[in-house]
């Protein structure tokens, strides 16, 4: 199996793959989606996570999800929702250990009951009935 990390994948992007870049980061759509148009903002420089972006990186990747966004809700009117990550670890699923985050196109009907979204990545905790 490739290991993503070695070299990692983000600082070797081939150009054909990138959506949009700017002076401080890079977008490409997943190659392992979990829908149509998932994509990955990423800064340039390597480094490990969100905790670790400078103020320019971070409105970089920033100016790129909106991008992004605009362009893919262009080509496909399906899409009413998003969901907006990064995983921070090898504990929260992190497995390219080089900063990203994850713009996730959601449509009606794609799940059974989206109720929580992001809670889903700890079984059981998605779904919750608010206190009186």
């Known amino acids: 199996m490739k290991d993503p990390n070695n070299p990692c994948i983000f600082c ?6 990138i959506i949009f870049q700017n002076e401080y ?4 759509f997943d190659t392992y989606p979990v829908s149509k148009f998932h994509s990955l903002i990423f800064p340039k420089r390597h480094i490990k996570n969100f905790f670790e972006l400078d103020n320019d990186e971070l409105l970089a990747c920033n100016d790129l999800i909106k991008k992004v966004k605009n362009k893919i809700q262009l ?3 399906s899409i009413k929702g998003y969901n907006l990550g990064t995983n921070i670890g090898k ?3 992190q497995s390219i250990h080089h900063c990203h985050f994850h713009l996730i196109p959601r449509r009606e009907g794609d799940v059974e009951n989206p109720q929580g979204g992001v809670r889903s990545v700890i079984p059981g905790k998605q779904h919750y009935k608010r206190k009186k």
């Open 91 to 93: 504990v929260s699923g």
């Open 75 to 77: 080509k496909d009117k």
């Open 12 to 17: 070797k992007i081939k150009s054909s793959e």
């Open 25 to 28: 980061a890079t977008a490409s």
